[in-house]
């Protein structure tokens, strides 16, 4: 028998006997170790000679199912470690450390739903041929491109006149400019109409953000006199600009700052 086949057999026996019989429902372990390695196939990062893979894995369970999993996490963790290193062996991917497994509660999700994050993290010695958008510890990889901001519209163009009609024109009505404050990621764009907006992973959020890296509450962006500023609510993963993490962040036209794998960018102008 392979030592994969072996590993998956042992996740597999978790669920016999007693646990078999309660937890039919439940999101089961082998289950679990199947997706992770489908998350490291699908996350590979290819050097010049080297296949470079995720090493930290983030599982997001139901309430239920992480309760149900309570009595053996710590086990249930290492085989999932085990069995995900044996796979990176396997296909000859390069680890930067030894991958790490963690549960971690969202109480959207429903019963047998699950989700997970990858992150490929720099451990205390890189390789010398480490890809160079690798992150540093404790930050967020992001994959997709950037969202480049709407711009603003063209001016209509003026049409020429009779001076006979010029008193008329003058009389038409006049179109009043105000400022207007927005933000776009995800590929849509949200004008800011209340003094506080609250970003996050909830739907009861104003700007709900469909990231799993993303804390139900994250952030909150408030008006104080004009000016916008970006302040962390106490988020897991903060709001970080230019790789720096930041309790809060004063946003000008062009502010670009990410919460969780989500980029966002501020823009501010009259409309």
């Known amino acids: 028998m392979s030592v994969l086949r072996s590993i998956e057999s042992k996740l597999e026996s978790l669920f016999e006997g007693v646990f078999g019989r309660a937890f039919r429902t439940n999101v089961q372990p082998v289950e679990l170790a199947r997706k992770l390695v489908k998350e490291m196939d699908e996350h590979r990062n290819v050097s010049v000679s080297r296949v470079y893979v995720p090493n930290e894995y983030t599982i997001f369970l139901s309430t ?41 509660t969202d109480a959207d999700l429903d019963l047998g739903v699950f989700g997970i994050a990858t992150r490929l993290v720099r451990g205390a010695k890189a390789p010398a041929e480490a890809p160079a958008t690798e992150p540093a510890s404790g ?7 950037e969202t480049p901001l709407e711009a603003p519209p063209a001016p209509a163009p003026v049409a020429t006149s009779d001076p006979s009609t010029e008193d008329s024109r003058d009389a038409e009505e006049i179109v009043e400019l105000r400022e207007v404050a927005s933000v776009t990621f995800g590929g849509r764009t949200h004008q800011l109409t209340k003094p506080a907006t609250v970003l996050g992973r909830s739907r009861e959020c104003d700007l709900p953000v469909s990231d799993p890296n993303v804390s139900r509450r994250h952030a909150e962006i408030r008006e104080e006199k004009g000016s916008y500023i970006a302040v962390d609510l106490g988020s897991t993963n903060g709001i970080e600009v230019e790789g720096r993490r930041v309790k809060r962040l004063e946003l000008v036209d062009g502010t670009r700052f990410t919460i969780g794998s989500t980029e966002v960018a501020f823009s501010q102008g009259l409309a």
């Open 64 to 104: 239920a199912d992480h309760a149900q999993f309570a009595s053996y996490e710590e086990g249930l963790r290492d085989e999932l470690q085990d069995y995900l290193a044996e796979h990176a062996r396997r296909e000859r991917y390069v680890l930067l450390t030894a991958p790490r497994v963690r549960f971690e």
């Open 139 to 145: 930050s967020t990889m992001i994959y997709r491109p």
